[in-house]
């Protein structure tokens, strides 16, 4: 199975500030990336796939890059809605894989 | 308004069964790959299986191959997922979840979810 490790696992910040999140893959899985945002108690929401590509109606200021094995989600000017966990999967090869997710919270 | 409705989930004992379903509604469901996932309480997600859209391919996570059955009835709109021989680590939160093709050709990400449906194994 492809080792997904995502760091940090939890972070906080405030609202304003520029968030990165780097998830890196045990192997190489080309652009075979998406990040999903979920808040407690409701289900994932797919922000991004194809590493790089938003998905529709997710707001600009979220952003994906990275290729091969190592990948990252940043968030340009953190918004209140925006305090969630997130979680990087990978959908090159069975078993699907997901990172252990990181929390970001209110500094 | 694309949607996956989960239900079936419950209280079952260990070793007991329990069939999973899932309600597709707004899209073409005979198009789509689907899957089940899983939260257990307090942890990350974990991928449980994947079916085409045709039904013809499966494919399934070591933690519960050989005590789970995914399938699918594409004249009902309507995904499953039969497990046998529960355990306790099987409790979780299941999601039903739509898989959308890539612009990369073959490979399938999950797009939309449904709100899960809870799993508790215990005496």
């Known amino acids: 199975a492809i080792q997904l490790t995502q760091f940090p696992s939890s972070l906080s910040a405030s609202v304003g500030d520029r968030v990165t999140i780097t998830c890196r893959a045990g192997?190489?899985?080309?652009?075979?990336l998406a990040w999903y945002q979920q808040k407690p108690g409701k289900a994932p929401t797919l922000l991004i796939y194809d590493a790089s590509t938003l998905e529709t109606g997710v707001p600009s200021r979220f952003s994906g890059s990275g290729s091969g094995t190592d990948f990252s989600l940043t968030i340009s000017s953190l918004q209140p809605e925006d305090f969630a966990t997130y979680y990087c999967?990978?959908?090159?090869?069975?078993?699907?894989?997901f990172g252990g997710g990181t929390k970001v919270e209110i500094k | 308004e694309v949607q996956v409705v989960e239900s079936g989930g419950g209280l079952v004992q260990p070793g007991g069964s329990l069939r999973l379903s899932c309600a597709a509604s707004g899209f073409t469901f005979s198009s789509y790959a689907l899957s089940w996932l899983r939260q257990a309480p307090g942890t990350g997600l974990e991928w449980v299986s994947t079916i085409s859209a045709s039904g013809a391919s499966t494919h399934y996570a070591d933690s519960v191959k050989g005590r789970s059955i995914i399938s699918r009835d594409n004249s009902k709109n309507t995904l499953f997922l039969q497990m046998n021989g529960l355990r306790a680590e099987d409790t979780a939160v299941f999601y039903c979840?739509?898989?959308?093709?890539?612009?990369?050709?073959?490979?399938?990400?999950?797009?939309?979810w449904g709100n899960g449906t809870a799993v508790t194994v215990s005496s």
């Open positions: 999967q990978q959908f090159n090869t069975y078993p699907l894989t």
């Open positions: 979840a739509r898989m959308y093709t890539s612009t990369f050709g073959y490979y399938y990400y999950i797009d939309v």
């Open positions: 192997q190489d899985i080309s652009r075979t």
